[in-house]
């Protein structure tokens, strides 16, 4: 984007900053900012980030905003999309801002939430781009980018969501007039869930069965308008939309549904860069370029592992953490001032997990692209030999970091006591949107399921192979290689790093091997495969959450030994929040541990002592490890959590601001209370 040399907003206010936070800031034995380019990715890109941002804190369009709390759904809707057409404004005027910093924009300007068009950048456009030919680019690409088209992406169903197969939305060819009649057969096939549906998207990718001569070809994708594009109205000839109604969270976003009714699209517009219908009606297929798809799938889970569980998760721990150095309850030594909540162990026990849980989520969210990358490079060359391992590795990963964030978000909440439950925390709404991503882009116990599969896989062709050069050339097959050909080492305790990564490891390839033999024991028994697969669920699903955990616990190791040659003091307490995860991590899963690689009970309480002592090592930099974070106080938009730790003055400035403050006396108690004294 064009650099702005007069940007002149501050990112923190230090006038009126709580004495406490400067007493905490000043214990910080680290490089603050070297921490905040590792979680970038690089000096450069917190730069780009901060540049981005700064576009938008100096932009009058997005400022003085309505309290975010208090809005109704209508007017949630309404000022998203005030701030979506301003926003699309700024990117349609200074076409150098890139993909990152439109992100980066769009995270301040919507804090916590997705906006309507949200799906045109995220499903729709990469969609198109992938599946459709290149005519089909031509001729549609120039308006998606100029957001004439506004599109979504609509898959799901009332009835199936995880099952694609079983989607009942058809998409006949009618070869009379050269069209696909798309059409809901059902009830249970209107299509339900899309973001942006309800009331602002115009054209959507819609997945259908295609039916062409009389035979069932399987989903593909097809782009369909849905609304006219001066009036906004549904288009006439067959569509039914609307908005699907309140939701736990995404107030602001009109998820929405659309049932077709014999709805006439041209030939054409099914996307035919993998698979075409000729005008006769013909279907024709190319294998390989079908395999695109989960190149894409890569890429958002990637990004999920980042921008939902790391970011999500470290946003709740710097409210919570800045709430605790702030707080003052509870008579520790009679007589003496109430001390501030972080100083009580259980306290600093579920923050500090929840703290390093964060930094380890973003670092393997950082590497897991970088792998993405990689892995997009050879396939342009047409390589595809690297999009099995990531496929199921991003699965596993994105269930296991969303599932672990979610409940880590939830302890930051409770851990701030009464103030927690109030939407002027913050946490609330932090909640509501990384608990959808829960659900959407694949449902945890199903992508655990896809990633268990692959690991039988790795674990048959290495328990068949002498030599792991035989084995593709993939973190996996590597470690479950070398584990089963090799003496279990023995471990030492405390831990070093390597023995951390080691024991996971074998854990791991413990749980594979269980899981196989469950399966092969149901299978000896004569059960199909389908129905030994279902009993061995439980099984399957931990062997996917330990290979997650190896992952998660190597690649920090990895960026740990480079950041080892850059800088002691960082080195140092990302050592310390890496140790804490991971042993914390073993002794929540102590069975699997001592079995696998034969530690004592005795040995779990070194773990359990060398937490405690980790928790006081991390004490004194708390506050600096959350501001490594580098939210601006918009982004987090907490009472609690403001970077000058003035946390009373702001709670009351919102209740203050209560819509059921502007009156004295509510008319609603006149009407019904009052009136029933009197009768
Ligand atoms: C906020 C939000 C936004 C969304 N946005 C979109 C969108 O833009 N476009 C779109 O098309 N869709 C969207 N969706 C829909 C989403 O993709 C689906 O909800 C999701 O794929 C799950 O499908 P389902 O709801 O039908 O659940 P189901 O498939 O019915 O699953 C229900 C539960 O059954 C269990 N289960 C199901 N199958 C299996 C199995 N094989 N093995 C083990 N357990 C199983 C799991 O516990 C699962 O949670 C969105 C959903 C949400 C919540």
């Not at 396939?379 to 030999?385: A, E, M, P, T, W």
């Not at 099995?388 to 991003?394: D, K, N, Q, T, Y």
């Not at 070194?606 to 106080?633: G, H, K, T, Y």
């Amino acid at each position: 984007m064009k650099q702005d040399e007069t940007m002149k907003v501050k990112r923190y206010d230090d006038t009126n900053v709580n004495p406490d936070f400067v007493a905490e800031r000043k214990k910080c034995t680290f490089n603050i900012e070297l921490l905040t380019n590792i979680i970038d990715g690089s000096s450069y890109l917190t730069e780009t980030r901060r540049q981005a941002q700064l576009a938008v804190l100096n932009n009058e369009s997005f400022s003085n905003l309505p309290d975010r709390y208090y809005a109704s759904r209508d007017e949630a809707y309404a000022q998203n999309i005030r701030k979506s057409a301003a926003y699309i404004k700024l990117l349609k005027e200074d076409k150098s801002i890139s993909r990152a910093e439109s992100y980066f924009m769009q995270c301040l300007i919507f804090p916590n939430e997705v906006p309507p068009f949200s799906l045109h950048t995220t499903m729709f456009t990469p969609t198109f781009e992938s599946m459709a030919d290149e005519e089909q680019k031509k001729l549609w690409m120039p308006r998606i980018e100029n957001y004439e088209i506004l599109g979504t992406y609509i898959q799901t169903e009332m009835g199936h969501g995880t099952n694609v197969r079983g989607l009942e939305t058809t998409a006949t060819f009618d070869p009379s007039t050269d069209e696909f009649i798309i059409h809901s057969p059902t009830l249970t096939s209107i299509k339900w869930w899309p973001g942006g549906l309800g009331k602002t998207c115009n054209c959507a990718i819609v997945m259908a069965s295609l039916i062409t001569n009389g035979r069932n070809e399987g989903i593909h994708p097809f782009i369909v308008q849905l609304r006219d594009f001066e009036t906004h109205e549904p288009l006439k000839g067959g569509l039914t939309i609307g908005d699907i109604g309140t939701k736990l969270g995404f107030h602001g976003m009109d998820n929405g549904f659309v049932k077709f009714d014999q709805f006439r699209i041209p030939r054409r517009n099914m996307l035919m860069k993998s698979a075409k219908v000729t005008r006769d009606g013909t279907y024709q297929k190319e294998k390989k370029l079908e395999k695109l798809k989960y190149g894409s799938m890569v890429f958002v889970r990637a990004m999920l592992v980042f921008n939902q569980a790391g970011q999500g998760l470290a946003q709740a721990v710097t409210i919570a953490a800045r709430y605790s150095c702030v707080r003052r309850q509870s008579e520790y030594a009679p007589g003496q001032e109430e001390p501030h909540i972080i100083e009580y162990q259980a306290q600093q026990h579920i923050l500090f997990t929840e703290l390093a849980a964060s930094y380890i989520f973003y670092i393997a969210g950082n590497k897991l692209r970088e792998l993405y990358f990689t892995m997009n490079y050879d396939i342009q060359k047409g390589d595809l030999s690297d999009l099995p391992e990531l496929h199921a590795l991003s699965a596993g990963l994105k269930a296991l970091t969303l599932d672990e964030a979610v409940v880590g978000i939830e302890r930051c909440r409770l851990i701030c006591g009464g103030h927690g439950y109030s939407a002027a925390s913050g946490i609330p709404k932090i909640y509501t949107e990384v608990v959808a991503a829960c659900t959407y882009e694949g449902v945890h116990p199903v992508l655990y399921l896809q990633t268990a599969r692959y690991l039988l896989k790795v674990y048959q062709a290495a328990l068949l192979s002498s030599s792991a050069s035989s084995l593709p050339d993939n973190q996996s097959s590597k470690y479950i290689f070398r584990h089963l050909h090799s003496e279990r080492p023995r471990f030492h305790f405390p831990l070093s790093f390597v023995e951390i990564v080691e024991a996971f490891e074998r854990r791991a390839l413990m749980c594979i091997e269980k899981a196989s033999k469950k399966l092969d024991g149901l299978l000896a028994t004569g059960r199909p495969h389908h129905e030994a697969w279902n009993y061995s669920a439980c099984y399957l699903i931990r062997a996917a959450k330990a290979h997650s955990h190896v992952y998660l616990t190597s690649s920090v190791h990895e960026q740990l030994e480079t950041v080892r040659q850059e800088d002691a003091g960082v080195y140092t307490v990302l050592g310390q929040l890496f140790e804490l995860y991971a042993l914390k991590s073993i002794v929540d899963h102590a069975v699997e541990f001592i079995e696998s690689c034969g530690i004592t009970t005795d040995q779990i309480n070194i773990c359990i002592e060398r937490i405690e002592a980790l928790l006081l090592n991390i004490r004194p930099n708390v506050l600096p490890l959350v501001d490594a974070f580098d939210f601006p106080d918009r982004l987090l938009g907490s009472a609690l959590g403001c970077y000058d730790g003035n946390v009373y003055q702001r709670l009351y400035e919102y209740a203050l601001n209560s819509p059921l403050n502007k009156s004295t006396v509510n008319v609603a108690y006149f009407v019904y209370y009052i009136a029933i004294n009197i009768s």
